[in-house]
């Protein structure tokens, strides 16, 4: 084969290596660990659950407790369905503005004793792409 | 009536549009002039069909009609009316907005080259056209702003469009955008219709040097924009997240960066012809790559959730037949673009310009594998890791350091071969002003590497850019020209090159604001009226709450009186607002800004007692940011005002 080819093949190899190793050895600052919903964050095994984390969640309504003096939000974040509630604390008192009883969150920081203790919620930001529906009268 | 002329238009575009495409492409193959000339009035037939279509959604929006459902989506009966033109609020609107910004475009390129180019127009149509049927059918058939209300819904109002986004930023930000990237569209039309009819020489890119260009400045403008508006609007004292979607418009304007400083290698010395191929390519991939994460769902983003499934899919199908038939037609041609010439020394500009590209794509490459890594990891291990930003603070850093570094040298030194005399003799000022700086800094207590570094650096290219600007206007000196004059006129004389040194200034007063990040302060605490804060030399004087209210909005005010070193500078007034229509509370921020640093300070919390909760950020050198936006635009503004000569888009000074 022409010595493009090799290149390219070289090339690819190399990339597709790097890719694999860094992906299968994936920690250090700034990755998270990802849950698309509590229900799979509760059952992962306890060693995954130290880990820094994003949890996807909904915010039962009537959990969110501000302690404006002590500088922390608790609440609790379900599946969509209401199953498997977690208990978090946000350390900070500045939630984001669509951060409400219902509200669609992702919660980032890691699980300690019970409880998930946030550095980030971050609630969704009102999606310009997703069609609403519901009548208004 | 409007509405419904604007709704048949639509798919009629999409048709004229697919027989231009193939009008041309026979016209070319089978050498009738007559048939690219009907692809030619079929282009301007498609735009003014798309003029329509947008009438249509905008009188649709002005027209309160609610029984469209993109309508009922982004609009609201008492939505001031600035912000009910503002179409590209949705996503229907906005996939409009894209298919008629590359219907204007195929226009412009129609008419630019009536007498030019005739080899290249047919296949400049047809890939263009390409773009507008696949946009277009999208729109037309797929996600329509003419699509009515499911059958048995009635709205007497719309949603409205989310308060965040009414902000007068928000309404220029996308369509800047756009522009950037269908811009690029145009150079990419060029280098495929190149490739397909085998005129590989500098033909293509020359003609479409001013696309590229101003495809690459809006672009620009479109970050700095979306950044202020984070900045001022989303209370998190920050202006750029690394969120997916960020990144997304990041990436194409890297790989444009390389191009239209790699094409200034393949002109003067006919290298990298095969390279400048593959980078315009590779920078339109990933325009319409941006457009599919975005709107697919396929990585998480905190500016949205959606998971579209299949549409996405849509999306990355046009993308990868995009890509594959791009490259087929690059490595068929390969063997004819092979330059003859070769690197004389790695003391040169072109080495300079080499190192920038691999600079560039290695920034390219960290943001690509930091933005799409939560999808190749759940592909491969089963688990969807995400990427914040420490990731891409963390390597970005540092190719910066070395890319601020060529943008100093790089003009400093010769084509081909520089000799170490001159290269020295360039370098003492700058390096001069440099350490002197580095010097002060550690001096005044600023012991970190990273922003000691940056600044040194930035004064290090700032000293090179008024070092050649000094040169130039003192050689025309000498010609008894006064300084004014000769200071114009070597900008006129040289646009490319003055005006693009005053885009690199630009770039490192950003790189400046930048470095202030480091130093960035966050603090919370609460206030009961009446109480005081010190915190970073400023005092803040909580007075009182007081209760704000508008047609759409109710909510309070914190009245906060700030000093500096004991002394009033004025009142800060950040608000919580709760909109009535989308039910929906928002935190407006206050900012005290000044040339070091900005105060910045949001209400997060009111108690029934009145106590304040307050959250401050003091961030150094962030309006240094927006100065350099301001430079850029006027660098910009420089090198792409027009030369006045007719022929000139072939051939430009320096």
Known sequence: ?137 | MLVTLGGLALPLAVFFAFYAGVIAAVGALRNRPEFVRSAERAVIAVFALLVLAMIGVEAALIGDRFDLAFVAQISAREQPLIFKLALWGGQAGSLLLWTFMLGLMSFLVVLQNRRRNRTLIPWVIAVMMVNVVFFGSIVSWVSSPYAPLPAGQAWSSGQGMNPLLQHPVMLIHPPILYTGFIGMSVPFAFAAAALITGELGTTWFKTTRRWALTGWFFLGCGFVLGGRWAYEVLGWGGYWGWDPVENSSLMPWLAGTAFIHSVMIQEKRGMLKIWNFALIGLAYALCVMGTFLTRSGVVQSVHAFANAGWFGDLFLGYVLVLAVGYAALLIWRVPELRSQTRLDSMLSREAAFLLNNYAFMALLAIVFYGTLYPVVSEAITGHRIQIGPPFFQRYVGPVAIFLLFLTGVGPLLAWRRATWVNVRKSFVWPASISALTALALLVFGMRRFYPVAFLALCAFVAGTILEEYWRGVRSRMRRGESPFTALVQLVRRNRRRYGGYVVHLAVVLMFVGFAGAVFNLEETKVLAPGEKWDLAGYTVEYRQPRPVSSPHYAGAVARLALYQHGKPVGMLLPEKRMYFQQEQPTTIPAVWSGIDQDFYVILAGLEPDQRAALKVYVNPLVNWIWIGGLVFVFGNTLLLWPTGSRENSGREAA
Do not use: N, W
């Open chain 1, 1 to 137: 084969m022409s010595k493009g080819v090799q290149i390219a093949i070289a090339a690819l190899t190399v990339f597709a290596g790097v890719v694999i190793v860094l992906t299968l050895g994936a920690s250090g600052e700034g990755t998270f660990r990802y849950y698309a919903d509590v229900s799979s964050f509760a059952t992962a095994p306890a060693s995954e659950l130290a880990q820094a984390a994003r949890v996807h969640g909904f915010v039962t309504a009537g959990t969110i407790a501000r302690d404006l003096g002590a500088g922390h939000v608790d609440f609790q974040i379900a599946d969509k369905s209401g199953a498997h509630a977690l208990p978090v604390r946000y350390l900070g008192i500045d939630t984001p503005d669509m951060f409400k009883d219902g509200a669609e969150v992702v919660v980032e920081g890691h699980f300690e004793s019970g409880t998930f203790l946030a550095e980030r919620v971050m609630a969704k930001c009102p999606s310009k792409y997703e069609a609403k529906t519901g009548a208004k009268t």
